[in-house]
């Protein structure tokens, strides 16, 4: 805490500090205030100028840090500790209290940081599960007045639309008396539009049976043609009249169409024939459904949206509406949700409203649109996921909009509400719904909160006339489905600006290239980052200073946060920075008398981003195929090195190279004995990856009796308080000696088979390879190399949040569909997870090695 703490004081906190905390901090020379801690008799004698309870009381403290201790163990139930009693002041006087040392210092060094923050008082005041998904499209809003004089209805459209998780519209060029179907027309809408908008939106023009010829004097100002054969006015008769406008519309420019039975037949026909994409609006027929299916099996460019109207309501409701479809047709839809691309509003509910003898408003059922569906994800009948491909990402792609970099929608998934008997008619007030819009952010600025618009209307852009996105050059569906599942998890990534999110996405997560990273870290415009103090004040101050690392037994846990905590520092500065100069002038001597690739090579790369040198000896090139011993060899690196990271297949080399050597030896694997270094990654790994290590169930699978790496890591375990399974056939059983060293001190149990109800409580799976160099006999090794394998089958058992660990190299017993296993899970936001890690515990290996190299050999003195 010490450096977060002079921080504070550097940024002009007033610090105040009971008894020995105090007396601590100004050892340090940093000014601080001393507190009388409470005592038995109460807090009543105690001046109040050294009083912290009259300073919780009086709310003279701003931010009140205190840590647990850790004696849960010790105490009966009943005993309340003095920290617990100041904590519960705290709480009862509404002082903000931090009880966590990794949340306390992440605050210290967000607030020195001085982001500017919109953070109102309901930011913190929920019990709802929250998630942030990008902003929605409404594709379809019906504007009655869009063409007429004066109206206000565009902007009434916007302002619920918005109020309703919607950044961005498309307008129905059709109106309730007159269609957007040419310039006049489309002049009136822009004069109605103008400044009006509260999200972006763009017009389409409207097909007529003789506007074919007009409309090149247009184009150029709407997003789309429509061709409507099923609206209030304005409809196409005939087929025939439409062949025109598949002449004369430019490609890059979208068709859609509310055709419905023949009518639909014949423009899906049309669109073959002129080799050019459709889009259907409000499908609500089960033959049309069909059709759709039938056309997209056979390869025609169709897509199709279906109203959220019509999956929710049907003429079981409303036996007069024409426009609903039956049950049977309802049920047709919901049967073919893999068929239907988006989810639209339109003029569906207006219809609906209109049937029902309600004064239709316009803005009728775009409230009910995203409830209706969340309420559909919270009885199992849709994803989260359904919902953002169809109101998000598909509409993004089908009509080439452009992405909303900071625009998003917090949505409170379970919160229940009742549709109210308001003002404007629904047809389900009186119904319970599930899923209530929070937030929404548009172009980064609040733009509506809590039932309140904080934007002002004209924020929006015309996009109208916007030329089609860019795209990849192919558009079948493969290539659209990677365009368009990346996009949406960098915006939710974006919003969380999180590197330590699990994403299958590695452009947008923690082990992007490097040019990305650099992408990436100008996109959030954060400045560079310097080392600051706290990084060389924990370098300087490490137990491992010159020390060798032969085996993990030489750390406790103290230790293991102090590396963990140098290791998240070198992560953040190699994101932003490349190469650290930590260790400029430093060299360190790598030789593996084994084969290696990663530990060789992250060492290597790990001295490198820190500035440092490396010469790395070939054992078979050296004078070690000459006799040389293993002494005299490492004398020898000793004498051009400040550090020697070494590899060797008998289990005494490292502490013999130690004896010999005046400087640090770090053990890169000793026979089948230790493997430190890996097992200070691979626990860093199932830290960052899942938050803490107590709790955990980790399960080793494999040969634990020769993988080093497991020896060493269950060997760390001992700090934590986990539950450890061994599954290994007997013959690869851990050895004794190991489970010695874990009898009485932590729980394991050991199984011979990897069965289902393991799989199931596992939170860590540890897997390893058959040391096939390390068995006497090779049909032994024949025998048992495949024993376990870990497949998709394996992982349909496992936990969503679940983590698959491998040292690597891998042979069998992990098949290559695990690394594209992929769960999405809700947490804050919508996540997509893959449990297999194995290639990010590698990215961690170079933190946690560089973290080592730095603390073994200390900053260089320009750093300090
Ligand atoms: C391991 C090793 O060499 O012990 N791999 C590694 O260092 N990354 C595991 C193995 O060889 O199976």
Redesign the pocket.
């Known amino acids: 805490m010490l450096p977060s703490i002079r921080r504070l004081h550097e940024i002009g906190y007033r610090l105040f500090a009971t008894a020995g905390t105090s007396d601590f901090i100004q050892e340090h020379d940093i000014p601080c205030q001393y507190l009388e801690t409470l005592n038995e008799s109460g807090a009543k004698e105690q001046k109040s100028e050294y009083s912290l309870t009259q300073h919780l009381a009086n709310s003279t403290i701003d931010l009140y840090i205190n840590l647990p201790s850790n004696n849960r163990f010790r105490r009966p139930a009943s005993y309340m500790s003095t920290g617990y009693r100041t904590r519960r002041l705290a709480v009862d006087y509404s002082i903000p209290l931090v009880t966590n040392v990794k949340c306390a210092k992440l605050l210290i060094e967000a607030l020195s940081r001085k982001i500017n923050l919109e953070v109102s008082d309901v930011d913190f005041q929920s019990s709802h599960r929250t998630v942030i998904i990008p902003g929605l499209v409404n594709i379809a809003a019906f504007v009655p007045g869009i063409a007429k004089a004066k109206s206000s209805d565009f902007e009434e459209v916007t302002r619920a639309s918005l109020a309703s998780g919607f950044t961005m519209i498309r307008v129905l060029p059709v109106g309730l008396d007159e269609s957007l179907t040419d310039a006049r027309t489309i002049t009136a809408a822009h004069i109605n539009t103008k400044n009006k908008s509260h999200l972006d939106f763009n017009i389409s023009v409207a097909a007529t049976w003789d506007n074919a010829q007009q409309l090149g004097q247009v184009v150029s100002e709407v997003g789309s043609l429509f061709i409507p054969f099923n609206h209030l006015s304005g409809n196409i008769n005939k087929v025939a009249a439409v062949a025109s406008h598949f002449n004369i519309w430019p490609p890059v420019k979208p068709i859609v169409t509310d055709a419905k039975t023949t009518d639909l037949a014949s423009i899906l026909l049309l669109a073959s024939l002129h080799s050019r994409p459709v889009h259907i609006h409000n499908v609500i027929h089960k033959h049309d459904i069909a059709l759709i299916a039938l056309s997209k099996e056979k390869g025609l460019q169709v897509t199709c949206d279906v109203s959220v109207y019509a999956l929710f309501l049907s003429r079981a409701d409303y036996p007069e509406d024409p426009h609903l479809p039956t049950s049977k047709d309802q049920k047709a839809l919901w049967e073919h949700m893999d068929i239907i691309d988006c989810f639209s509003i339109g003029s569906l509910p207006y219809y609906v409203a209109h049937s029902a003898k309600q004064n239709p408003s316009p803005i009728v059922g775009i409230a009910d649109t995203l409830p209706l569906l969340l309420s559909a994800v919270a009885d199992g009948r849709l994803t989260l996921d359904d919902v953002i491909q169809r109101l998000h990402d598909n509409p993004k792609r089908i009509f080439d909009l452009h992405e909303q970099q900071d625009s998003s929608v917090e949505v409170e998934l379970d919160r229940r509400f009742t549709v109210p008997l308001g003002p404007i008619w629904s047809a389900f007030a009186g119904k319970t719904l599930t899923g209530v819009v929070r937030r929404v952010m548009f172009n980064g600025q609040t733009a509506y909160l809590d039932g309140t618009i904080t934007s002002q209307r004209g924020q929006g852009k015309d996009i109208s006339g916007m030329g089609p996105i860019p795209r990849p050059s192919t558009r079948d569906s493969t290539s659209s489905t990677s365009v368009v599942g990346p996009r949406r998890r960098m915006t939710v990534e974006h919003q969380l600006q999180s590197p330590f999110l699990r994403s299958a996405d590695h452009s947008n997560s923690t082990y992007a290239t490097p040019s990305t990273m650099q992408q990436s870290s100008a996109l959030m415009s954060i400045p560079p980052m310097i080392p600051g103090p706290s990084l060389s004040e924990m370098i300087s101050h490490t137990p491992f200073f010159r020390k060798h690392i032969i085996s993990v037994k030489q750390f406790d846990r103290n230790d293991l946060h102090l590396l963990f905590s140098i290791a998240q520092e070198m992560r953040i500065g190699v994101e932003r920075q490349g190469v650290l100069n930590i260790l400029q002038g430093r060299l360190i001597c790598t030789m593996f008398f084994?084969p290696?690739t990663?530990?060789c090579s992250s060492f290597e790369a790990a001295m490198q981003r820190l500035g440092g040198k490396v010469v790395s000896v070939t054992a078979s090139a050296s004078s070690v195929t000459k006799g040389e011993s293993l002494g005299d060899t490492i004398r020898t690196l000793a004498c051009y090195s400040d550090a020697i990271v070494m590899?060797h297949p008998s289990a005494d080399s490292a502490q013999i190279a130690a004896s010999v050597s005046p400087v640090p030896i770090i053990n890169g694997?000793n026979g089948s004995i230790e493997?430190p270094t890996?097992a200070f990654l691979d626990l860093f790994t199932i830290r960052e990856e899942l938050g803490t290590v107590n709790g955990l169930t980790i399960t080793f699978v494999g040969d634990l009796k020769y993988?080093?790496?497991v020896h060493s890591l269950i060997r760390l375990m001992l700090h934590y308080h986990v539950n450890v399974n061994l599954v290994s056939p007997s013959q690869l059983a851990l050895p004794e000696e190991v489970k010695a060293d874990l009898r009485g001190r932590i729980e394991f149990q050991e199984y011979t088979e990897l069965n289902r109800e393991i799989v199931a409580r596992t939170d860590v799976l540890y897997c390893?390879?058959v040391?096939q160099e390390r068995f006497e006999s090779n049909d032994e090794y024949e025998r048992l190399k495949s024993y376990f394998v870990i497949d998709n089958r394996v992982l349909r058992a496992a936990k969503k949040g679940m983590i698959v660990l491998h040292?690597?190299?891998r042979n069998q017993e992990i098949s290559d569909e695990v690394d594209f296993d992929q769960v999405n899970c809700v947490s804050f936001v919508l996540l997509t997870m893959q449990r297999a890690a194995y290639f990010r515990q590698m990215r961690y290996g170079l933190f946690v090695r560089m973290a080592l190299l730095a603390a073994v050999m200390g900053p260089s003195s320009d750093h300090i």
């Open positions: 084994e290696s990663r530990t590899r694997g493997h890996q993988g080093r790496t390893t390879r040391q040292p690597l190299p």
